[in-house]
């Protein structure tokens, strides 16, 4: 094919695929006990969230918060043996107590209890947030796709100083109902978030590293590197593994430089802590030599960066517990630092959709749940309900990028799950049959959350009723 000076790189991806398969056959096959191992140890801290990264603050029931959460809660518990004691918030999206109309067309409602709330109940001690809804700094934008949307990841304005009041380099408290358990909020960095995930600003974008959007067909292997900014695909030039792990080395040197420099000017808090969150598929999916990037930063912070040191949520919230509430805004970390990511007029229709099913879905779900016939429906309804009511789907709808499969997965979904409650509303022996038969061919589909009916049962039961097991 006249791309001789390519060869190598063929070999490369061979040994690494090797590589790899050594490794996961080290692990005898099973991925979760390693991670299990390594949590065990005290090397890290496995986190929760929600069922399935549902948008929690635009959810128009409170009980499909409450499944969300303890659904999470319990796959959590059963895959690594004990509950999680954080959450990522999906989208790291938040609403505080109050009224709750998100849009001219969403059901009325009076006040409606905050996120916090609903994470203390299902007894979750921390979460985390982006700077701008702790007043912390300006709002990034999202993680993720660090080539994709300029609207989402081009550079930003410079900081105003004005719009700083708090430091993002602390734990605080969530004021919420008097009363009611504390729970405590961990706030995104902004320096140490944007030098990672940004291709404009931060590292990802080196000329070096290997590009994601470039493969060769057949067999679609990445042979070509970045190159340098605004370089047309035909352009580009071919990877050098070895030059880039050095620029990985190099930027991991620059990022534990940059954690002293920040962590010098909190030098009087000892209570500080940097929190730099980031979606995991960032570190080898969107960016090839990321995991190379951490393995460099964790061995620079042991070679000694000035007094940072690398410590869980936990840990951090165990030495140092907040001592400031802070009461905080809706928000998100999408763009614009609001909703506008997922609910918009491009994709007000999918809420329009979501909101009259979960009204159906917790109408019918008591007498379904005393009928023991109907169960396994119920459940395949739960299951179909949560999968409709994924962030993801109006996120990409919103980037335009495979919109059609989103709303395809989206409405598929929803139609399932809008059968099986009309079966159950309806009541007859026939309908019940039929939806049956559907629900076991759902579930060979979607073979997932065993515990869902007990979950549905405790979101019915009200807040104090979510921790299961």
Not at 100 to 129: C, K, M, N
Not at 161 to 176: F, G, K, L, Q
Not at 219 to 235: A, F, I, Q, T
Request: charged letters at 25%; a neutral charge; glycine letters at 10%.
């Amino acid at each position: 094919s006249g791309e001789h000076a390519l060869l190598p790189l063929a070999d490369f991806w061979r040994t690494r695929l090797l590589r790899l398969r050594r490794l996961f056959h080290g692990t005898d096959r099973d991925l979760i006990g390693a991670f299990r191992a390594l949590e065990a140890s005290g090397r890290i801290e496995i986190i929760g969230s929600a069922a399935t990264h549902g948008f929690l603050p635009l959810l128009a029931r409170d009980e499909s918060i409450r499944l969300q959460l303890a659904v999470g809660v319990a796959e959590h518990r059963r895959i690594f043996g004990r509950a999680p004691s954080g959450c990522w918030l999906p989208e790291c999206a938040y609403r505080p107590r109050g009224p709750w109309q998100p849009w001219p067309t969403a059901p009325r409602s009076g006040t409606r209890r905050g996120i916090e709330e609903h994470l203390t109940d299902a007894g979750f001690r921390y979460f985390f947030v982006d700077s701008h809804l702790a007043s912390a700094g300006r709002s990034l934008g999202l993680s993720g796709d660090p080539a994709g949307d300029p609207t989402l990841h081009g550079p930003l304005p410079a900081e105003s100083a004005e719009s700083v009041e708090r430091s993002p380099n602390r734990a605080y408290r969530v004021a919420h109902a008097r009363g009611a358990a504390a729970i405590s909020t961990l706030v995104r960095d902004p320096k140490a978030s944007m030098q990672v995930w940004s291709r404009s600003q931060g590292y990802p974008g080196d000329e070096w590293y290997l590009e994601f959007h470039k493969m060769r067909w057949p067999g679609g292997l990445k042979l070509w590197r970045v190159s340098g900014p605004g370089v047309d695909l035909g352009d580009k030039r071919a990877y050098e593994p070895g030059a880039a792990q050095h620029r990985a080395w190099g930027h991991a040197e620059h990022f534990a430089g940059l954690l002293a420099g920040i962590a010098d000017g909190e030098e009087r808090a000892r209570d500080g802590v940097i929190v730099a969150p980031f979606d995991t598929e960032l570190f080898g999916h969107w960016w090839f030599e990321g995991p190379d990037f951490l393995t460099g930063v964790y061995r620079a912070l042991a070679r000694g960066h000035g007094q940072v040191r690398p410590v869980t949520g936990s840990q951090h919230l165990g030495e140092h517990p907040p001592r400031t509430a802070i009461r905080m805004p809706s928000g998100s970390w999408g763009a614009g630092g609001d909703y506008r990511m997922w609910l918009s007029d491009k994709t007000a229709w999918t809420w329009e959709r979501l909101w009259p099913l979960e009204e159906a879905f917790w109408d019918t779900a008591p007498g379904a749940l005393s009928r023991p016939a109907a169960h396994p429906v119920l459940a395949q309804a739960a299951r179909e309900m949560l999968l409709a009511q994924s962030s993801d789907w109006q996120f990409i709808i919103s980037t335009g990028a495979a919109a059609d499969y989103a709303e395809r997965r989206f409405r598929e979904h929803c139609g399932d799950a809008e059968a099986l409650v009309a079966a159950l509303a309806g009541g007859s022996d026939s309908d019940l049959t039929a939806a049956e038969r559907r629900a076991e061919e759902l579930a060979q589909l979607n073979p997932l959350f065993p515990d869902v009916l007990a979950a549905v049962a405790a979101a019915l039961g009200g807040s104090r009723s979510l921790v299961l097991g």
